[in-house]
């Protein structure tokens, strides 16, 4: 009995594994074409088929066809299979499939793929190659709407824009006869970074859909730009560092005019200052050159200190007046100290004399 129960055990699941394969349940490979579906007559192309792990080979088979299957083991790791067609004609335009091979049955056939050839016969024969344009601009900003209006002269069933390097199938639409010119307006909208690229367009005919005729002169589409929430974040962030910078220099200027008002506070007057040692002469220096730099006023100042130096000139402010220059400032003071300076001449001239200054200014005047 004991034997008897993983041999029913794998039974099982061989019948389940078969009944699943040919049931389909497996994933569908994958198709494409390199470089692109659209193929110049005469040139090669890969076909290339991919599917799930484990998967032992694969298969290609052309819609129409009753030749026999093209089969390739698969590749590993990739589990791949690429099918190389080289010196493209007619005869091997048309629709493709491609199936793996897993366990004892093959999986349903891939999505369809279209292998186009351009310049063959009978679209071929067409003289006229289509024009291909492109509404507003060729430069363009991300959002827009684009359309690119594809145009010929002559009867043309089916225009079709391909994509360079793209791997999905070319746009297809019918034409619209306007005025004797046949044309297809391909509408891109909203344009993304991903519109971006070269584009060609080809002309077909109803009576051989895989034919195409010449492609149209390359049209180079630009997609540039910021989309509008990069902007926006952008905008943001600036505003954020100025309003940092901003901060910043307030905190600074705050923290020098402490400085400076203990400074003055901690100053002793002429008088009263003795013979003093400094511990760090370099801090002191440091700490006086931003004290002289906050003692400068801004521009209204400078026109009151105008304003009172001409009014003290003009009641006779002393002698000096005419050898004396705005910026023959005394060492260590600033605009203020122009004012405070001449104040003791005014007094002077009103009829205090040299006894109404006070001290320390006539120790500085008298020979």
Not at 146 to 175: I, M, N, Y
Request: net charge neutral; aromatic share 8%.
């Amino acid at each position: 009995m004991a034997p008897t129960l993983p041999a029913l055990l794998c039974l099982g699941l061989s019948v389940g594994l078969r009944t699943q394969v040919q049931a389909g349940t497996f994933p569908k490979p994958i198709i494409w074409a390199e470089p692109s579906s659209v193929v110049p007559s005469g040139s090669s192309v890969t076909i290339l088929c991919q599917g799930p792990p484990n998967t032992k080979s694969f298969s290609l088979n052309k819609e129409g066809d009753s030749a026999p299957r093209n089969m390739h083991p698969a590749l590993k790791p990739w589990d791949k299979a690429n099918f190389f067609i080289s010196n493209v004609r007619e005869q091997q335009a048309g629709r493709y499939h491609c199936s793996h091979f897993i366990g004892v049955n093959w999986s349903e056939p891939s999505e369809p793929l279209d292998l186009l050839v351009a310049g063959e016969e009978p679209a071929g024969r067409l003289r006229d190659r289509p024009s291909l344009s492109v509404r507003p601009s060729p430069s363009v900003a991300p959002g827009e709407n684009v359309t690119l209006l594809c145009q010929s002269g002559e009867r043309t069933d089916t225009f079709l824009l391909s994509k360079e390097g793209a791997a999905h199938r070319p746009l297809r639409l019918r034409s619209q006869d306007q005025d004797r010119r046949y044309q297809a307006e391909f509408s891109l909208s909203p344009v993304t970074s991903a519109h971006g690229g070269t584009y060609r367009c080809y002309g077909s005919l109803s009576t051989d859909p895989y034919l195409l005729s010449q492609p149209s002169e390359p049209l180079a589409l630009v997609v540039s730009g910021l989309t509008w929430y990069l902007s926006v974040l952008i905008g943001v962030s600036v505003i954020f560092v100025l309003l940092l910078l901003v901060l910043l220099f307030f905190f600074l200027h705050h923290r020098g005019q402490d400085r400076c008002r203990k400074s003055r506070a901690a100053d002793p007057g002429p008088e009263d200052r003795g013979p003093q040692s400094s511990s760090s002469p370099g801090a002191d220096a440091q700490d006086q050159a931003i004290c002289e730099q906050e003692r400068r006023q801004p521009v209204a100042g400078h026109r009151d200190f105008w304003r009172q130096w001409g009014g003290d000139a003009e009641k006779g402010g002393g002698p000096g007046l005419g050898t004396e220059t705005p910026h023959s400032t005394p060492p260590g003071a600033g605009w203020w100290g122009h004012r405070d300076l001449w104040r003791p001449w005014g007094d002077a001239q009103k009829g205090g004399g040299l006894h109404s200054i006070p001290r320390d200014a006539r120790r500085g005047l008298q020979p």
